[in-house]
């Protein structure tokens, strides 16, 4: 009578046991308990958290930012000027495949066969110009005037995603300026800022609190490979390098002025006067949306 009892009460034991397991194992993942890691999730702020003035910027850098496709490769470009039908986009050099074709993707979709400028000389700069005719009207960006100081909020947009993809959504990241080099590093990148840009957002702009372009966006932090912190001199920096391996890095508008007039035909580019605070206005629900945190960041 005891065995049979014992062995009656280890099968009801080992049936609830399953029982549970089965329940347990069926619900929602999120009530399943997790140790040692943690879910860093990128969405939209409510309505109530979102400013206005960054979805009025974030509207300017839309209208801006184009899709470059060269090769089975993809990044960003920035709409720089217009002479007749003829507009010109900047973007990195290491976004072009070398012998491939690019086409280049306006904010309306529109896909254009893009013809790069040849012989143009950046001085070693990671920069090259595209060309494209068409007879609608984009918008041309506002190149700043005036320099940016660390800690000074910054915004950097363009096409994450897979490579050569013409549906990659935009993307606006907003964070601040954490690092000025004295000096270039190689490929002309000077800026470092906390935005944590990705694959496939080389070539877009950088852009300050007005709306203007500051930089052109082309080194992710955390390099997988290399080492890219040397002076374009060969020599290499003694600063901070925890920071600087923390930041993104943008190539300063500036040096673009300086080298690109000789590069983007007979119109010279000119930077813009200030602007005043954008006009408010308010989101629309395509806008995508990026916090500045860290660990927001993802390696490529």
Same mark, same amino acid.
């Given at each position: 009578?005891?065995?049979?009892s014992?062995?009656?009460?280890?099968?009801?034991?080992?049936?609830?046991?399953?029982?549970t397991?089965?329940?347990?194992?069926?619900? *929602?993942?999120q009530s399943? *308990?997790?140790?040692g890691?943690r879910l860093i999730?990128?969405?939209?702020?409510?309505?109530e958290?979102?400013?206005?003035?960054?979805?009025?910027?974030?509207?300017?850098?839309?209208a801006?930012?184009v899709?470059v496709?060269s090769?089975?490769?993809?990044?960003?470009g920035?709409?720089?000027?217009?002479?007749?039908?003829?507009?010109?986009?900047l973007?990195n050099?290491h976004?072009?495949?070398?012998?491939e074709?690019?086409r280049?993707?306006?904010?309306?979709?529109k896909?254009y066969?893009g013809?790069l400028?040849?012989?143009?000389?950046?001085?070693g700069?990671d920069?090259?110009l595209l060309q494209f005719?068409?007879?609608?009207?984009?918008?041309?960006?506002?190149?700043?005037?005036?320099?940016?100081?660390?800690?000074?909020e910054?915004?950097?947009?363009g096409?994450?995603?897979?490579?050569?993809?013409?549906?990659?959504?935009?993307?606006?990241m907003l964070?601040?300026v954490?690092?000025?080099?004295?000096?270039?590093?190689?490929?002309?990148?000077?800026?470092?800022?906390?935005n944590?840009?990705?694959?496939?957002?080389?070539?877009?702009?950088?852009?300050?609190?007005?709306?203007?372009?500051?930089?052109i966006?082309?080194?992710?932090?955390?390099?997988?490979?290399?080492d890219p912190?040397?002076?374009?001199?060969?020599?290499k920096p003694?600063?901070?390098?925890?920071?600087?391996?923390?930041?993104?890095?943008?190539?300063?508008?500036?040096?673009?002025?300086?080298?690109?007039n000789?590069?983007?035909?007979d119109? *010279?580019?000119?930077?813009?006067?200030?602007?005043?605070?954008?006009?408010?206005?308010?989101p629309? *629900?395509?806008?995508?949306y990026r916090?500045?945190?860290?660990e927001?960041?993802?390696?490529?």
């Amino acid at each position: 009578m005891f065995w049979r009892s014992l062995r009656f009460k280890l099968r009801f034991s080992y049936l609830l046991i399953t029982c549970t397991g089965c329940w347990y194992t069926q619900q *929602p993942v999120q009530s399943l *308990p997790v140790s040692g890691s943690r879910l860093i999730q990128a969405s939209r702020p409510s309505a109530e958290r979102w400013d206005p003035k960054v979805a009025t910027l974030s509207d300017r850098a839309r209208a801006i930012t184009v899709k470059v496709l060269s090769g089975y490769g993809a990044g960003s470009g920035i709409l720089i000027k217009k002479q007749d039908q003829t507009y010109t986009i900047l973007t990195n050099n290491h976004v072009l495949a070398v012998g491939e074709s690019h086409r280049i993707q306006t904010p309306d979709g529109k896909i254009y066969q893009g013809e790069l400028l040849k012989n143009r000389s950046f001085d070693g700069n990671d920069l090259a110009l595209l060309q494209f005719r068409s007879t609608r009207e984009y918008s041309v960006a506002r190149l700043a005037s005036s320099s940016i100081a660390v800690g000074d909020e910054v915004f950097a947009t363009g096409f994450p995603g897979q490579e050569g993809s013409e549906k990659r959504g935009f993307e606006f990241m907003l964070g601040r300026v954490s690092f000025l080099s004295p000096k270039a590093l190689a490929g002309g990148y000077q800026i470092g800022y906390s935005n944590p840009v990705e694959k496939g957002m080389s070539g877009g702009p950088l852009l300050n609190s007005r709306g203007e372009v500051v930089g052109i966006n082309g080194m992710h932090a955390y390099p997988l490979w290399g080492d890219p912190y040397v002076f374009k001199d060969g020599s290499k920096p003694n600063l901070p390098r925890d920071l600087m391996i923390e930041s993104s890095w943008a190539i300063p508008i500036e040096t673009f002025v300086q080298l690109g007039n000789k590069s983007a035909g007979d119109t *010279p580019i000119r930077v813009s006067p200030p602007l005043p605070s954008p006009v408010i206005s308010y989101p629309q *629900p395509q806008d995508e949306y990026r916090g500045s945190a860290p660990e927001n960041g993802r390696l490529w």
